[in-house]
């Protein structure tokens, strides 16, 4: 009965510290440099297609945030 109980404990602990691991993960990644870049550059494709100044002003924003903290730099682009 003893090792039922621990094994289970283990079972429960496990599959209860997968999730928080993963929750952690996601967090580092989505506060990544390579997601911020992939997510920028999808965000330029997008611009290229239809082109607005509000929009242009706030992706401007983050290439110029994304440059200061990470590598490679993105290209100042000009929302004229």
Do not use: W
């Given at each position: 009965?003893?090792?039922?109980?621990?094994s289970k404990?283990?079972?429960?602990?496990?599959?209860?510290?997968?999730?928080?691991?993963?929750?952690?993960?996601?967090?580092?990644?989505?506060?990544?440099?390579?997601?911020?870049?992939?997510?920028?550059?999808?965000?330029?494709s997008d611009?290229?297609?239809?082109?607005?100044?509000?929009?242009?002003?706030?992706?401007?924003?983050?290439?110029?945030?994304?440059?200061?903290?990470?590598?490679?730099?993105?290209?100042?682009?000009?929302?004229?």
């Open positions: 009965m003893i090792s039922q109980s621990k404990k283990k079972f429960y602990l496990l599959f209860g510290l997968i999730p928080i691991v993963g929750i952690l993960l996601a967090f580092y990644i989505s506060d990544s440099c390579v997601y911020q870049h992939v997510s920028i550059l999808g965000n330029l611009l290229e297609k239809n082109f607005d100044p509000v929009t242009c002003e706030i992706i401007l924003d983050r290439v110029i945030n994304f440059n200061e903290n990470c590598e490679p730099e993105i290209e100042i682009m000009d929302c004229g």
